[in-house]
């Protein structure tokens, strides 16, 4: 089982970049690795933005400034675009961030971040804008994600939005559940219709 999801309520790190493909959130290069070692991924998301080509620091790049923290990340416009792998998810998740909101996912990156315990959240362009801005204008501003209740809250300005999710997968996440942890879960009643349906 998972950590499940309630209400996570966090300050924020901000990515205002549009089109953030998944080779940009984990480098091709990095996925030789076929087994899910989180902190192997989570190290080396957003790698090439990171750390500048002879290995340093780069102190520009908002994961490495200190002003910002947080489990959720707030992304722009088209977040996860670019090829289907699910490594990027786990870069995300491996790093620690529990939550990503942007006003656009692409679909199949939008469901390899749940199928990891990620919560994608789409709100309005509008909205996104203000939470960047509150969030430049405090980095100690914090963010309320009601997954029972599908809401998001700007706790600076008050402000709520509401977000969709598919019933099963919020089921999941609301349970700790992954795909495999939920057909357990139904075996019996599995195992029942299989006899009533010979």
Known sequence: MKQKFNIITSTCVPLPLEN??????IPARFLKATTREESFFGDNLFRDWRYHTDGTVNK???????TYS???LVAGKNFGSGSSREHAAWAIAGYGFRVVISSFFADIHKNNELNNFVLPVVVSEDFLKELFQSIQD???????VDLPHQTVTNKA????EQFEINSYKKHCLVN???DIDFLLQNKDKIEEWEQQNK
């Open 20 to 25: 953030v493909d998944t080779d940009q959130i």
């Open 60 to 66: 520009d790049f908002v994961l490495n400034n200190p």
């Open 70 to 72: 947080g489990c959720i």
């Open 138 to 144: 405090n980095p100690k501003t914090l963010v309320e």
């Open 157 to 160: 300005t008050g402000r709520q």
């Open 176 to 178: 700790g559940l992954d």
